[in-house]
Protein backbone atom coordinates (compact mmCIF):
# COMPACT_ATOMS: atom_id res chain seq x y z
CA UNK A 1 0.00 0.00 0.00
CA UNK A 2 2.86 2.41 0.64
CA UNK A 3 3.92 1.62 -2.50
CA UNK A 4 1.05 2.81 -4.09
CA UNK A 5 0.69 5.60 -1.72
CA UNK A 6 4.32 6.82 -2.53
CA UNK A 7 3.56 6.28 -6.91
CA UNK A 8 0.07 8.11 -5.95
CA UNK A 9 1.56 11.21 -5.02
CA UNK A 10 4.62 11.18 -6.92
CA UNK A 11 2.05 11.46 -10.17
CA UNK A 12 0.58 13.77 -8.90
CA UNK A 13 3.40 15.82 -7.69
CA UNK A 14 5.02 15.29 -11.31
CA UNK A 15 1.81 16.49 -12.81
CA UNK A 16 1.45 19.41 -10.92
CA UNK A 17 5.48 20.34 -10.59
CA UNK A 18 5.63 19.79 -14.57
CA UNK A 19 2.60 21.94 -14.64
CA UNK A 20 4.44 24.53 -12.48
CA UNK A 21 7.94 24.46 -14.61
CA UNK A 22 6.19 24.72 -17.80
CA UNK A 23 4.59 28.25 -16.91
CA UNK A 24 7.29 29.40 -14.50
CA UNK A 25 10.21 28.92 -17.47
CA UNK A 26 8.50 30.73 -20.30
CA UNK A 27 6.82 34.43 -20.39
CA UNK A 28 3.59 34.48 -20.17
CA UNK A 29 1.83 33.51 -23.51
CA UNK A 30 -0.79 35.55 -24.71
CA UNK A 31 -3.26 33.80 -22.87
CA UNK A 32 -1.98 34.02 -19.61
CA UNK A 33 -3.21 37.37 -17.72
CA UNK A 34 -0.90 40.05 -16.19
CA UNK A 35 -1.29 40.19 -12.55
CA UNK A 36 -2.14 43.81 -11.37
CA UNK A 37 -0.73 44.36 -7.28
CA UNK A 38 -4.08 44.13 -6.38
CA UNK A 39 -4.72 40.34 -7.85
CA UNK A 40 -1.31 39.51 -6.16
CA UNK A 41 -2.82 41.15 -2.81
CA UNK A 42 -6.22 39.53 -3.39
CA UNK A 43 -4.79 36.33 -3.79
CA UNK A 44 -2.87 36.40 -0.80
CA UNK A 45 -5.92 37.14 1.35
CA UNK A 46 -7.89 34.49 -0.14
CA UNK A 47 -5.07 32.10 0.94
CA UNK A 48 -4.99 33.45 4.36
CA UNK A 49 -8.43 33.22 4.59
CA UNK A 50 -8.71 29.22 4.26
CA UNK A 51 -6.69 28.83 7.66
CA UNK A 52 -9.91 30.86 9.54
CA UNK A 53 -12.26 29.14 7.49
CA UNK A 54 -10.67 25.55 8.10
CA UNK A 55 -9.72 26.09 11.52
CA UNK A 56 -13.08 27.24 12.45
CA UNK A 57 -15.22 25.67 10.78
CA UNK A 58 -17.63 28.86 10.20
CA UNK A 59 -21.14 28.25 8.64
CA UNK A 60 -20.78 24.95 9.29
CA UNK A 61 -18.17 24.32 6.43
CA UNK A 62 -19.25 26.62 3.89
CA UNK A 63 -17.12 29.47 4.49
CA UNK A 64 -13.89 26.82 3.64
CA UNK A 65 -16.12 25.58 0.61
CA UNK A 66 -17.01 29.00 -1.36
CA UNK A 67 -13.06 30.17 -0.82
CA UNK A 68 -12.90 27.69 -3.98
CA UNK A 69 -14.36 28.03 -7.25
CA UNK A 70 -18.05 25.84 -8.50
CA UNK A 71 -15.99 22.97 -9.56
CA UNK A 72 -12.59 22.89 -7.36
CA UNK A 73 -11.11 20.06 -5.88
CA UNK A 74 -8.97 20.27 -2.73
CA UNK A 75 -6.77 16.68 -2.60
CA UNK A 76 -4.96 15.83 0.35
CA UNK A 77 -2.26 13.41 -0.59
CA UNK A 78 -1.56 11.98 2.78
CA UNK A 79 -5.41 11.06 3.21
CA UNK A 80 -5.45 7.13 3.06
CA UNK A 81 -3.12 5.27 0.63
CA UNK A 82 -3.69 6.93 -2.21
CA UNK A 83 -4.77 10.29 -1.22
CA UNK A 84 -8.36 11.94 -1.42
CA UNK A 85 -9.43 14.28 -3.52
CA UNK A 86 -12.95 16.44 -2.45
CA UNK A 87 -14.92 18.36 -5.31
CA UNK A 88 -18.23 19.93 -4.78
CA UNK A 89 -19.52 22.65 -2.52
CA UNK A 90 -21.13 20.23 0.13
CA UNK A 91 -18.09 18.21 0.51
CA UNK A 92 -15.65 20.88 0.68
CA UNK A 93 -17.82 22.47 3.43
CA UNK A 94 -18.03 18.58 5.00
CA UNK A 95 -14.35 18.08 5.69
CA UNK A 96 -14.23 21.61 7.52
CA UNK A 97 -16.73 20.57 9.83
CA UNK A 98 -15.14 17.23 10.02
CA UNK A 99 -12.03 18.18 11.83
CA UNK A 100 -10.88 19.52 15.06
CA UNK A 101 -12.06 23.45 15.09
CA UNK A 102 -13.65 25.80 17.06
CA UNK A 103 -14.13 29.52 16.62
CA UNK A 104 -10.82 30.69 18.23
CA UNK A 105 -8.95 27.12 17.42
CA UNK A 106 -5.61 28.27 15.28
CA UNK A 107 -4.23 25.36 13.90
CA UNK A 108 -2.75 26.34 10.17
CA UNK A 109 -0.42 28.83 9.92
CA UNK A 110 0.10 29.45 6.03
CA UNK A 111 3.02 31.35 4.60
CA UNK A 112 6.09 31.62 1.81
CA UNK A 113 2.77 32.58 -0.58
CA UNK A 114 4.22 32.54 -4.06
CA UNK A 115 2.06 33.33 -6.96
CA UNK A 116 2.53 33.74 -10.57
CA UNK A 117 0.03 34.44 -13.30
CA UNK A 118 -0.96 31.36 -15.55
CA UNK A 119 -3.50 30.69 -18.03
CA UNK A 120 -6.52 31.12 -16.85
CA UNK A 121 -5.89 32.96 -13.43
CA UNK A 122 -3.09 32.14 -11.55
CA UNK A 123 -1.02 29.35 -9.32
CA UNK A 124 0.69 28.89 -6.61
CA UNK A 125 2.27 27.36 -3.69
CA UNK A 126 2.66 27.86 -0.12
CA UNK A 127 3.98 26.15 3.12
CA UNK A 128 1.52 25.38 6.02
CA UNK A 129 2.50 23.99 9.15
CA UNK A 130 -0.01 22.65 11.03
CA UNK A 131 0.13 23.55 14.76
CA UNK A 132 -1.87 21.99 17.96
CA UNK A 133 -1.48 25.11 20.16
CA UNK A 134 -4.35 25.13 22.90
CA UNK A 135 -5.71 21.78 23.41
CA UNK A 136 -9.22 22.68 24.89
CA UNK A 137 -7.58 22.97 28.24
CA UNK A 138 -6.35 19.04 28.26
CA UNK A 139 -2.83 20.38 29.90
CA UNK A 140 -1.14 18.88 26.85
CA UNK A 141 2.34 21.27 25.43
CA UNK A 142 1.59 22.89 22.09
CA UNK A 143 3.87 21.83 19.11
CA UNK A 144 3.95 21.51 15.93
CA UNK A 145 1.93 18.41 14.68
CA UNK A 146 2.73 18.60 10.99
CA UNK A 147 3.09 20.60 7.80
CA UNK A 148 3.70 20.74 4.42
CA UNK A 149 3.25 22.62 1.11
CA UNK A 150 -0.13 23.35 -0.95
CA UNK A 151 -0.03 23.82 -4.42
CA UNK A 152 -2.70 26.04 -5.83
CA UNK A 153 -4.50 26.93 -9.03
CA UNK A 154 -6.26 30.28 -8.67
CA UNK A 155 -9.43 31.57 -10.75
CA UNK A 156 -11.24 35.32 -11.03
CA UNK A 157 -14.74 34.63 -10.70
CA UNK A 158 -17.39 37.47 -10.30
CA UNK A 159 -17.15 36.74 -6.86
CA UNK A 160 -13.40 37.28 -6.67
CA UNK A 161 -10.35 35.11 -6.91
CA UNK A 162 -11.02 31.64 -5.36
CA UNK A 163 -9.25 27.92 -5.49
CA UNK A 164 -9.45 26.29 -8.95
CA UNK A 165 -7.50 23.33 -7.04
CA UNK A 166 -5.99 23.13 -4.40
CA UNK A 167 -3.61 19.83 -3.40
CA UNK A 168 -1.32 19.03 0.00
CA UNK A 169 1.87 17.53 -0.09
CA UNK A 170 3.01 16.22 3.48
CA UNK A 171 6.74 17.37 4.14
CA UNK A 172 9.49 14.95 3.68
CA UNK A 173 13.14 15.28 4.42
CA UNK A 174 15.65 14.05 2.61
CA UNK A 175 17.65 14.00 -0.67
CA UNK A 176 15.23 14.27 -4.01
CA UNK A 177 14.33 10.53 -4.55
CA UNK A 178 14.40 12.13 -8.38
CA UNK A 179 15.14 15.15 -9.93
CA UNK A 180 12.34 17.28 -9.67
CA UNK A 181 11.00 19.52 -12.17
CA UNK A 182 11.79 23.60 -10.94
CA UNK A 183 8.95 24.90 -9.14
CA UNK A 184 8.12 28.37 -8.91
CA UNK A 185 11.81 29.29 -8.13
CA UNK A 186 12.85 30.64 -12.28
CA UNK A 187 13.88 33.86 -11.87
CA UNK A 188 12.01 34.74 -14.98
CA UNK A 189 9.05 33.86 -13.46
CA UNK A 190 9.44 36.98 -11.00
CA UNK A 191 10.27 39.80 -13.16
CA UNK A 192 7.93 38.33 -15.99
CA UNK A 193 4.99 37.94 -12.90
CA UNK A 194 5.17 41.80 -13.10
CA UNK A 195 4.58 42.75 -16.60
CA UNK A 196 6.67 45.89 -17.27
CA UNK A 197 10.50 46.31 -17.01
CA UNK A 198 11.42 47.32 -13.23
CA UNK A 199 12.35 50.50 -14.39
CA UNK A 200 9.03 51.67 -15.77
CA UNK A 201 7.79 50.64 -11.89
CA UNK A 202 9.74 52.60 -9.87
CA UNK A 203 8.53 56.12 -9.30
CA UNK A 204 11.02 58.19 -7.61
CA UNK A 205 14.29 57.30 -6.51
CA UNK A 206 14.14 56.39 -2.42
CA UNK A 207 9.96 55.56 -3.02
CA UNK A 208 8.92 51.63 -3.33
CA UNK A 209 5.50 50.89 -5.15
CA UNK A 210 3.12 48.43 -4.70
CA UNK A 211 4.49 46.16 -7.39
CA UNK A 212 7.85 46.59 -5.55
CA UNK A 213 6.58 45.73 -2.67
CA UNK A 214 5.12 42.97 -4.35
CA UNK A 215 8.05 41.85 -6.42
CA UNK A 216 10.44 41.70 -2.90
CA UNK A 217 7.20 39.88 -0.91
CA UNK A 218 7.56 36.97 -3.83
CA UNK A 219 11.42 37.16 -3.61
CA UNK A 220 11.79 36.81 -0.17
CA UNK A 221 8.78 33.67 -0.61
CA UNK A 222 10.43 32.08 -2.93
CA UNK A 223 13.87 31.76 -0.63
CA UNK A 224 12.82 28.78 1.13
CA UNK A 225 11.24 26.82 -1.84
CA UNK A 226 14.86 27.01 -3.38
CA UNK A 227 16.50 25.95 -0.60
CA UNK A 228 14.09 23.34 1.13
CA UNK A 229 13.43 21.68 -2.13
CA UNK A 230 16.59 22.54 -4.47
CA UNK A 231 15.28 21.43 -7.25
CA UNK A 232 18.44 22.38 -9.61
CA UNK A 233 21.40 22.23 -7.88
CA UNK A 234 21.16 24.99 -6.26
CA UNK A 235 20.92 27.54 -8.99
CA UNK A 236 17.74 28.95 -8.38
CA UNK A 237 18.52 29.42 -4.76
CA UNK A 238 21.53 31.34 -6.11
CA UNK A 239 19.53 33.23 -9.01
CA UNK A 240 17.57 34.93 -5.94
CA UNK A 241 21.19 37.09 -5.49
CA UNK A 242 22.72 39.60 -7.17
CA UNK A 243 25.69 38.43 -8.66
CA UNK A 244 27.72 39.98 -6.51
CA UNK A 245 25.90 38.94 -2.90
CA UNK A 246 27.26 38.10 0.05
CA UNK A 247 24.94 35.70 2.05
CA UNK A 248 26.04 35.56 5.96
CA UNK A 249 26.35 33.11 7.78
CA UNK A 250 28.91 31.57 6.71
CA UNK A 251 29.50 34.73 4.30
CA UNK A 252 29.38 33.24 0.86
CA UNK A 253 29.79 35.11 -1.91
CA UNK A 254 28.90 34.78 -5.82
CA UNK A 255 26.02 32.50 -7.22
CA UNK A 256 28.69 29.19 -7.76
CA UNK A 257 29.36 29.69 -3.69
CA UNK A 258 25.74 29.95 -2.60
CA UNK A 259 24.44 27.41 -5.27
CA UNK A 260 27.15 24.63 -3.62
CA UNK A 261 26.07 26.10 -0.25
CA UNK A 262 21.98 25.68 -0.66
CA UNK A 263 23.16 22.01 -1.73
CA UNK A 264 24.96 21.06 1.19
CA UNK A 265 21.89 21.87 3.15
CA UNK A 266 19.12 19.12 3.55
CA UNK A 267 16.43 18.90 0.96
CA UNK A 268 13.71 17.23 -0.77
CA UNK A 269 11.04 17.66 -3.36
CA UNK A 270 8.32 18.00 -1.12
CA UNK A 271 10.39 19.15 2.18
CA UNK A 272 9.18 22.12 3.92
CA UNK A 273 11.78 23.52 6.98
CA UNK A 274 12.15 27.35 6.28
CA UNK A 275 8.51 29.56 7.71
CA UNK A 276 9.41 32.96 6.85
CA UNK A 277 7.05 35.64 8.64
CA UNK A 278 6.87 38.99 9.81
CA UNK A 279 8.42 40.69 6.54
CA UNK A 280 9.19 44.43 6.61
CA UNK A 281 10.40 46.05 3.68
CA UNK A 282 11.96 49.80 3.78
CA UNK A 283 12.76 51.73 0.55
CA UNK A 284 16.30 53.29 0.77
CA UNK A 285 17.44 55.58 -2.56
CA UNK A 286 19.68 52.79 -3.92
CA UNK A 287 16.57 49.98 -3.68
CA UNK A 288 15.13 48.41 -0.23
CA UNK A 289 16.04 46.95 2.93
CA UNK A 290 13.99 44.50 4.77
CA UNK A 291 14.19 41.45 7.44
CA UNK A 292 11.98 38.76 8.23
CA UNK A 293 11.77 36.28 11.20
CA UNK A 294 12.98 32.75 10.24
CA UNK A 295 11.69 29.56 11.97
CA UNK A 296 13.26 26.38 10.69
CA UNK A 297 10.40 23.35 11.59
CA UNK A 298 11.94 19.87 11.53
CA UNK A 299 8.32 18.32 10.54
CA UNK A 300 8.15 14.44 11.96
CA UNK A 301 8.12 12.08 9.54
CA UNK A 302 7.05 8.35 10.12
CA UNK A 303 5.01 9.11 13.20
CA UNK A 304 8.14 11.44 14.76
CA UNK A 305 7.33 14.20 16.46
CA UNK A 306 8.25 17.50 15.01
CA UNK A 307 10.51 20.05 16.71
CA UNK A 308 11.81 23.34 16.07
CA UNK A 309 15.72 23.39 14.52
CA UNK A 310 16.12 27.10 15.52
CA UNK A 311 14.50 30.82 14.81
CA UNK A 312 15.81 34.25 13.98
CA UNK A 313 15.96 36.23 11.63
CA UNK A 314 17.01 37.57 8.32
CA UNK A 315 18.15 41.34 7.67
CA UNK A 316 17.96 41.93 3.80
CA UNK A 317 19.57 44.63 1.26
CA UNK A 318 17.39 44.42 -2.00
CA UNK A 319 18.81 45.30 -5.63
CA UNK A 320 16.64 46.13 -8.66
CA UNK A 321 17.99 44.53 -11.10
CA UNK A 322 17.22 43.81 -15.12
CA UNK A 323 16.03 40.54 -14.15
CA UNK A 324 13.79 41.89 -11.31
CA UNK A 325 14.92 42.60 -7.66
CA UNK A 326 17.44 40.56 -5.46
CA UNK A 327 19.57 40.19 -2.55
CA UNK A 328 22.26 42.38 -2.35
CA UNK A 329 23.09 40.62 1.03
CA UNK A 330 21.36 38.62 3.28
CA UNK A 331 22.19 38.00 6.58
CA UNK A 332 20.80 35.33 9.40
CA UNK A 333 21.47 36.46 13.24
CA UNK A 334 19.78 33.14 15.58
CA UNK A 335 17.79 33.98 17.92
CA UNK A 336 18.75 34.58 21.48
CA UNK A 337 17.46 35.59 25.29
CA UNK A 338 17.85 39.39 24.83
CA UNK A 339 18.85 41.47 27.60
CA UNK A 340 15.92 43.88 29.07
CA UNK A 341 15.15 46.61 26.76
CA UNK A 342 16.99 49.96 27.34
CA UNK B 1 -50.27 21.88 -2.30
CA UNK B 2 -51.35 25.15 -2.93
CA UNK B 3 -52.23 25.67 0.71
CA UNK B 4 -50.11 28.46 2.43
CA UNK B 5 -49.04 25.94 5.30
CA UNK B 6 -45.32 25.09 3.38
CA UNK B 7 -44.93 28.49 2.64
CA UNK B 8 -45.56 29.34 6.37
CA UNK B 9 -43.30 26.67 7.17
CA UNK B 10 -40.51 28.05 4.69
CA UNK B 11 -41.11 31.27 6.32
CA UNK B 12 -40.50 29.57 9.83
CA UNK B 13 -37.49 28.41 8.60
CA UNK B 14 -35.80 31.10 7.27
CA UNK B 15 -36.77 33.59 10.21
CA UNK B 16 -35.30 31.17 12.31
CA UNK B 17 -32.34 30.74 10.24
CA UNK B 18 -31.93 34.64 10.17
CA UNK B 19 -32.15 34.85 14.20
CA UNK B 20 -29.52 31.48 14.42
CA UNK B 21 -27.43 33.76 11.87
CA UNK B 22 -27.76 37.28 14.36
CA UNK B 23 -26.68 35.13 17.35
CA UNK B 24 -23.90 33.04 16.50
CA UNK B 25 -20.53 35.00 17.15
CA UNK B 26 -19.28 36.99 14.79
CA UNK B 27 -16.24 34.13 14.47
CA UNK B 28 -18.64 32.17 13.21
CA UNK B 29 -20.65 33.29 11.23
CA UNK B 30 -18.49 36.18 9.14
CA UNK B 31 -15.73 34.44 7.22
CA UNK B 32 -12.72 37.38 6.57
CA UNK B 33 -13.47 38.61 3.42
CA UNK B 34 -11.98 41.71 1.57
CA UNK B 35 -15.26 43.02 0.05
CA UNK B 36 -16.19 46.23 0.68
CA UNK B 37 -19.82 46.29 1.67
CA UNK B 38 -22.10 48.98 0.80
CA UNK B 39 -21.35 51.51 3.65
CA UNK B 40 -17.34 50.80 3.63
CA UNK B 41 -14.52 52.76 0.59
CA UNK B 42 -12.57 49.69 -1.46
CA UNK B 43 -8.69 49.26 0.18
CA UNK B 44 -6.14 49.72 -2.54
CA UNK B 45 -2.85 48.08 -3.03
CA UNK B 46 -0.96 50.42 -1.15
CA UNK B 47 -3.53 50.41 1.57
CA UNK B 48 -2.93 46.84 1.78
CA UNK B 49 0.58 46.96 1.87
CA UNK B 50 0.92 49.57 4.14
CA UNK B 51 -1.85 47.72 6.63
CA UNK B 52 0.60 44.32 6.09
CA UNK B 53 3.57 46.34 6.93
CA UNK B 54 2.05 47.73 10.11
CA UNK B 55 1.01 44.41 11.10
CA UNK B 56 3.93 42.90 10.79
CA UNK B 57 5.97 46.21 12.66
CA UNK B 58 4.10 44.93 15.92
CA UNK B 59 6.15 41.89 16.48
CA UNK B 60 9.52 43.35 15.60
CA UNK B 61 8.14 46.13 17.83
CA UNK B 62 7.03 43.56 20.53
CA UNK B 63 9.73 41.62 20.87
CA UNK B 64 12.57 44.39 20.09
CA UNK B 65 10.73 46.56 23.01
CA UNK B 66 13.10 49.14 21.00
CA UNK B 67 12.87 52.78 22.25
CA UNK B 68 11.32 51.18 25.51
CA UNK B 69 8.23 49.90 23.90
CA UNK B 70 7.47 53.44 22.35
CA UNK B 71 8.17 52.00 19.17
CA UNK B 72 5.31 49.25 19.91
CA UNK B 73 3.03 52.12 21.54
CA UNK B 74 3.60 54.26 18.43
CA UNK B 75 2.04 51.72 16.20
CA UNK B 76 -1.39 52.75 17.41
CA UNK B 77 -3.22 55.93 17.40
CA UNK B 78 -3.26 58.31 20.42
CA UNK B 79 -6.13 56.52 21.74
CA UNK B 80 -5.30 53.00 20.54
CA UNK B 81 -6.11 50.48 22.70
CA UNK B 82 -4.85 46.52 23.30
CA UNK B 83 -7.08 44.30 25.25
CA UNK B 84 -5.36 40.66 25.88
CA UNK B 85 -8.45 38.50 26.87
CA UNK B 86 -6.41 35.51 28.48
CA UNK B 87 -5.77 35.07 32.11
CA UNK B 88 -8.65 37.43 33.09
CA UNK B 89 -8.07 39.75 30.38
CA UNK B 90 -6.46 43.36 30.62
CA UNK B 91 -6.86 46.44 28.36
CA UNK B 92 -3.96 48.79 27.79
CA UNK B 93 -4.99 52.54 26.09
CA UNK B 94 -2.69 55.00 25.10
CA UNK B 95 0.66 55.58 24.24
CA UNK B 96 2.53 55.07 27.97
CA UNK B 97 0.38 52.10 28.92
CA UNK B 98 0.82 50.38 25.51
CA UNK B 99 4.50 51.52 25.85
CA UNK B 100 5.07 48.79 29.23
CA UNK B 101 3.31 45.86 27.00
CA UNK B 102 6.50 46.01 24.99
CA UNK B 103 9.46 46.56 27.64
CA UNK B 104 10.71 44.68 30.72
CA UNK B 105 11.19 40.72 30.40
CA UNK B 106 13.69 39.68 27.30
CA UNK B 107 13.78 41.56 24.85
CA UNK B 108 15.80 42.84 21.94
CA UNK B 109 17.26 42.70 18.54
CA UNK B 110 17.83 38.92 18.66
CA UNK B 111 14.85 37.59 19.75
CA UNK B 112 12.29 36.69 17.62
CA UNK B 113 8.75 35.47 19.82
CA UNK B 114 6.23 36.43 17.94
CA UNK B 115 5.43 34.81 14.34
CA UNK B 116 2.47 36.08 12.64
CA UNK B 117 0.86 34.89 9.56
CA UNK B 118 -2.58 34.23 7.63
CA UNK B 119 -3.07 38.32 7.43
CA UNK B 120 -6.40 38.92 6.29
CA UNK B 121 -7.59 42.14 6.23
CA UNK B 122 -11.22 43.99 4.66
CA UNK B 123 -12.65 47.27 4.54
CA UNK B 124 -14.57 49.05 7.34
CA UNK B 125 -17.02 52.12 7.44
CA UNK B 126 -13.76 53.17 9.79
CA UNK B 127 -10.52 51.89 7.69
CA UNK B 128 -10.14 48.93 8.00
CA UNK B 129 -10.27 45.33 9.84
CA UNK B 130 -8.47 42.25 9.90
CA UNK B 131 -6.84 39.41 12.00
CA UNK B 132 -3.55 37.56 11.85
CA UNK B 133 -2.52 34.49 13.43
CA UNK B 134 0.16 34.62 16.22
CA UNK B 135 2.61 31.78 17.48
CA UNK B 136 4.94 32.22 20.02
CA UNK B 137 7.92 30.26 20.19
CA UNK B 138 10.67 30.01 22.04
CA UNK B 139 14.06 29.79 20.23
CA UNK B 140 17.19 30.62 21.00
CA UNK B 141 16.66 30.84 24.88
CA UNK B 142 19.92 29.26 26.62
CA UNK B 143 19.09 25.94 28.62
CA UNK B 144 15.90 25.50 26.60
CA UNK B 145 14.67 23.49 24.01
CA UNK B 146 12.92 25.34 21.47
CA UNK B 147 8.65 24.74 21.38
CA UNK B 148 5.90 26.27 20.66
CA UNK B 149 4.74 28.33 23.60
CA UNK B 150 1.05 29.19 23.07
CA UNK B 151 -0.46 31.69 19.87
CA UNK B 152 -3.93 32.34 19.36
CA UNK B 153 -4.60 35.39 16.68
CA UNK B 154 -5.07 38.93 17.01
CA UNK B 155 -8.28 40.91 16.14
CA UNK B 156 -7.50 44.25 14.68
CA UNK B 157 -9.41 47.68 13.66
CA UNK B 158 -6.91 49.76 11.41
CA UNK B 159 -7.33 54.04 10.89
CA UNK B 160 -5.92 55.43 8.69
CA UNK B 161 -4.33 58.95 10.29
CA UNK B 162 -1.71 61.20 9.03
CA UNK B 163 1.35 59.51 9.93
CA UNK B 164 -0.42 55.90 7.83
CA UNK B 165 -2.10 53.44 9.15
CA UNK B 166 -2.46 52.51 13.07
CA UNK B 167 -3.61 49.95 15.15
CA UNK B 168 -7.27 51.91 16.43
CA UNK B 169 -7.86 48.65 18.11
CA UNK B 170 -6.07 45.12 19.14
CA UNK B 171 -7.48 42.32 20.55
CA UNK B 172 -5.59 38.74 21.47
CA UNK B 173 -7.29 35.75 21.63
CA UNK B 174 -5.85 32.34 22.64
CA UNK B 175 -6.29 29.33 20.15
CA UNK B 176 -8.81 26.87 21.95
CA UNK B 177 -10.07 24.23 20.12
CA UNK B 178 -13.98 23.07 21.01
CA UNK B 179 -14.41 20.41 19.01
CA UNK B 180 -12.11 17.86 18.48
CA UNK B 181 -13.30 14.28 16.69
CA UNK B 182 -12.85 10.92 17.97
CA UNK B 183 -10.97 10.55 15.03
CA UNK B 184 -8.17 13.17 15.15
CA UNK B 185 -5.16 11.94 16.46
CA UNK B 186 -4.74 13.57 20.62
CA UNK B 187 -1.12 15.05 20.87
CA UNK B 188 1.14 12.17 21.71
CA UNK B 189 -0.79 9.55 20.11
Redesign the interface.
Known amino acids: MKTMRKAFTTAVLSFVLVGFSGTAAQQPSSSTPVL ?3 DY ?2 IE ?1 LV ?2 Y ?3 LD ?4 NGF ?1 YA ?1 LYADDATFTGTNQGPSGRTYQGRERLAALAR ?14 NVVIEPAPGGAIGKTYVGI ?8 G ?6 HGGIYNDVYVKTPK ?1 WRFKSRSFFESTSGAPVQPPPAMLTTPHGLSAAAGSTPESRTQNPGTLT ?1 QD ?2 EIQQLVARYPYALDQNPDDGQSYANLFTTDAVFRQPRTEGRQNLATMASRAPHGAKYTRH ?1 L ?5 DATADGAVG ?1 Q ?3 AVDIGESGQPS ?7 YEDVYAKTPEGWRFKTRTF ?10 | MTSGRPLTIALGIAILAMLALTVL ?1 A ?9 ASANTSPL ?3 D ?2 EIQ ?1 LQ ?2 S ?2 ALD ?3 N ?2 YAFADLFTPDGTFVGTSEGGRTLQGRDQLATL ?20 KPSAAGATG ?1 A ?1 V ?1 V ?1 D ?4 GQ ?9 YDDEYQKTPQGWRFKRRTY ?9 AS ?1 P ?3 Q
Open positions: TALLEQYRGYATGADADGGKRGPNFMSHWVTFDIGNGGNAKSRVDGAYIFANHVIKYLVSIFLGGHIASATGAEAK | PQQREPVTARTDVYIQRKAWSGDYGARGGTRGHTVQRHFTMNHVVRYVAVGVVKNKVNQGGYYESKVDVWPARPG
